[in-house]
């Protein structure tokens, strides 16, 4: 898999008057995630622990709601990562498969790769498959979104990050595969003091074959380190 090129780059940073703030409170550093984990649970909950080797890890979890109860069971492998899990919805005494979730792992133990199915008329049929790529240091820098069309999975979206020689994520570039080839849909770029800090985070949008403004984020810390001051602004025409 080749990175695709970055068509349309943005121009320098406009005057930041153009920017008003807004009320909202919004990371940007979750704009940069792209890597799902597992799913997590919070309510009504009944643990199921198993012993692998000298640790109790997570066999099964019940969830009740209001849309009823499920319950959601994992296989591990020998290192204890999870290789599957099997949601099941509750039909009086019976449970009833629903979803599945299979994981695949590179010998370095990261994420290579997460499939979804969900269980149709007697069989599972795809929903879904994330891809993972690392560079040489163990950043991600490609996460391929695919979905599951007439017996085979096709491409849905892109997510392409690079990093300075410090390993701190300069962008993030989000792309939807569209008519047989990627179009860019979002840019952001981060800047960093001496520190690792990160200092603003500029979002864009794609448009046309160029970058419209969206979102500026910036932040600031005390001598210890710490967050002392965050503002995210909108970008007004």
Known sequence: LVSPAMRG??????????????????????????QDDLPSYSRNLTF???LAGDDWVLDTVFVSGSGGKTRHMYTRDPYSRVLSELAQ?????????????????AEDGRYRERTREEYREGTWSG??????WYDNRGKLVLTLSRGWESGGWINSSLTSSSYDGSGNRCSV?????????????????YTYDSSGHVLSAWRR???????????????TYDAAGNR??????RWVD
């Open 9 to 34: 780059q943005p121009s320098p940073l406009p005057h930041q008057q153009h920017f008003a703030a807004v009320p909202e409170s919004e990371d940007p550093d979750s704009v940069a995630d792209s």
């Open 48 to 50: 199921s622990p198993t």
């Open 89 to 105: 919805v509750s039909i009086g005494e019976l449970w009833i498969d629903a979803s599945k979730d299979t994981y695949a792992y």
């Open 127 to 132: 929903i879904s498959q994330i891809l993972y």
């Open 173 to 189: 570039l989000t792309q939807t595969w569209r008519n047989g080839a990627w179009s860019n849909t979002g840019l952001t770029t």
């Open 205 to 219: 949008l794609a448009s046309g074959e160029g970058w419209r403004n969206s979102y500026f984020y910036s932040y």
């Open 228 to 233: 002392r001051s965050y503002l995210r602004t």
